[in-house]
């Protein structure tokens, strides 16, 4: 399913990459905000992290950044873009969530942006975020819960997967995804969602 689901995004990852974003008023607005809770010494992580446009832009603000996703096609883009760009404090590589490991409290922050709908068991992945997050660490989260305002989607999710038209893709609820991130031991700091079709954004807080 892994694999299926890595073909998918290799296939699409040049036309994905090339594609204008759809709502840059909010883009910009969670860019503006996840920049305020940075500092210039922090370690940061992003999974899911696409054709690495929001951590090369986020660089800048942060010490490091480790970018992973389950596309090499994607993965192979985003370094180009840092090299082009001469951006030397990010490091990109395929990986996903489930496989990635690194020691307990080693994050100032964890970035997991349009990627909580793709995963299997978001629940775990949030559990696994909150262990590599230092105390005090926030992990950011910007995720469309389909359950809300595509519950058409339902039905058709599970036959455009079995014909390969689309990857794992997990339908719940706006309150359901807030319920697992707080039962993940996290606080929610910020929340917005520019209107109920959009995806929330949340910056959720490890206690420390």
Not at 89 to 106: A, C, G, H, P, R
Not at 163 to 176: N, Y
């Amino acid at each position: 399913m892994m694999n299926d689901s890595a073909k998918f995004w290799d296939k699409i990852a040049d036309k994905y990459s090339k594609q204008p974003i759809a709502d840059e008023a909010s883009y910009q607005k969670k860019l503006q905000v996840t920049q305020e809770y940075f500092k210039p010494d922090m370690q940061v992580l992003e999974f899911g992290c696409g054709t690495g446009s929001t951590a090369i832009i986020h660089a800048p603000h942060v010490k490091q950044i480790r970018a992973i996703d389950i596309s090499s096609e994607m993965i192979k883009i985003a370094q180009g873009k840092a090299e082009a760009q001469g951006i030397e404090n990010i490091t990109f590589e395929q990986l996903t969530i489930e496989k990635l490991e690194v020691e307990d409290s080693t994050y100032d922050a964890v970035l997991g942006l349009s990627i909580l709908h793709l995963l299997e068991d978001k629940e775990k992945a949030i559990a696994k975020v909150y262990q590599m997050l230092k105390p005090g660490g926030i992990f950011v989260t910007s995720t469309t819960c389909m359950a809300d305002a595509y519950s058409w989607f339902k039905l058709i999710a599970p036959i455009g997967k079995a014909l390969g038209f689309f990857p794992v893709v997990k339908i719940f609820t706006t309150q359901h995804l807030i319920e697992s991130i707080t039962d993940g031991g996290f606080a929610i700091d910020y929340q917005w969602q520019p209107s109920k079709d959009k995806a929330i954004f949340i910056v959720a807080k490890k206690p420390g």
